[in-house]
């Protein structure tokens, strides 16, 4: 059975304005609807409407003129890292790829990822961890999950590097078919293990983007959870003044 946890009435409204400025909607360099009349388009409260724009200029996608009103700044840096790596993590060759695999087996779901997977939280996943390198220094590490049922008769389970992407392996010999990918980017403290791999001081947090890859019925068919070293990360966003 498949839980899955419907987030908060803010949240949800950030992400169709979000999808709006993305799609053209509310192009950069212009103001966003009141919140009045957020609130008569939305049918949600004040305080909702006022909490969604929050999140969505903490996040860089708007930001508020004295005198002028909540303006669209347009997709921020950062999304398009997020974006870019996101793409690597389901495209990668391990055995073309700099770095090397880490960890090949059968754990216990995540919590974070059983509930992008739609598993429940004891259920079993095949988790294959990658540790991507660049002049003998760790910048990224790539922990991938696959509902256990999908990965049967295929080398996913193979401890040696995989040749050719998950994608590929995955729909040529399951006949399955990625459709669509949702990203979500967040930044958080380390786990020991995963501080030790990436060779991270005490304290130093870590940029996290979960890449949940689905077929066109919505299906989760792999979860990538991606973590960048924070204090290796440059990210550069350019905007006017007027």
């Known amino acids: 059975m498949a839980y899955e946890v419907e987030p908060p009435k803010y949240v949800r409204l950030a992400q169709t304005?979000?999808?709006?400025?993305?799609?053209?909607?509310?192009?950069?360099?212009?103001?966003?609807?009141?919140?009045n009349q957020l609130v008569q388009a939305f049918g949600m409260s004040r305080p909702t409407v006022v909490r969604a724009l929050e999140l969505l200029k903490r996040d860089g996608w708007l930001e508020s003129r004295q005198g002028y009103g909540t303006i669209v700044r347009g997709r921020p840096e950062v999304v398009e890292q997020k974006d870019r790596r996101g793409r690597e993590a389901l495209e990668r060759d391990e055995s073309q790829?700099?770095?090397?695999?880490?960890?090949?087996?059968?754990?216990p779901?995540?919590?974070?990822i059983a509930s992008a997977l739609g598993l429940p939280k004891r259920a079993e996943v095949l988790m294959r961890?990658?540790?991507?390198?660049e002049d003998g220094e760790a910048?990224?590490?790539?922990?991938?999950?696959?509902?256990?049922g999908l990965v049967e008769g295929t080398e996913l389970g193979s401890d040696a590097p995989l040749s050719g992407s998950t994608r590929e392996h995955l729909e040529t010999r399951k006949k399955v078919r990625f459709?669509?990918?949702?990203?979500?980017?967040?930044?958080?403290?380390?786990?020991?293990?995963?501080a030790e791999l990436l060779d991270l001081p005490d304290g130093v947090p870590v940029l996290n983007v979960l890449v949940v890859a689905c077929d066109a019925s919505g299906r989760a068919l792999q979860?990538?959870?991606?973590?960048?070293?924070?204090?290796?990360q440059e990210l550069e966003d350019t905007y006017r003044l007027n």
């Open 17 to 35: 304005l979000q999808r709006r400025i993305e799609d053209g909607t509310y192009a950069p360099g212009t103001r966003v609807p009141s919140e």
């Open 97 to 107: 790829g700099a770095g090397r695999l880490i960890d090949v087996g059968h754990v």
């Open 109 to 112: 779901v995540p919590a974070r």
């Open 129 to 133: 961890r990658f540790l991507v390198e």
């Open 139 to 148: 910048v990224e590490l790539v922990s991938s999950y696959f509902p256990a």
């Open 179 to 194: 459709d669509h990918v949702t990203e979500r980017v967040s930044a958080r403290l380390p786990e020991a293990r995963e």
């Open 223 to 232: 979860v990538s959870d991606v973590l960048l070293p924070a204090d290796r």
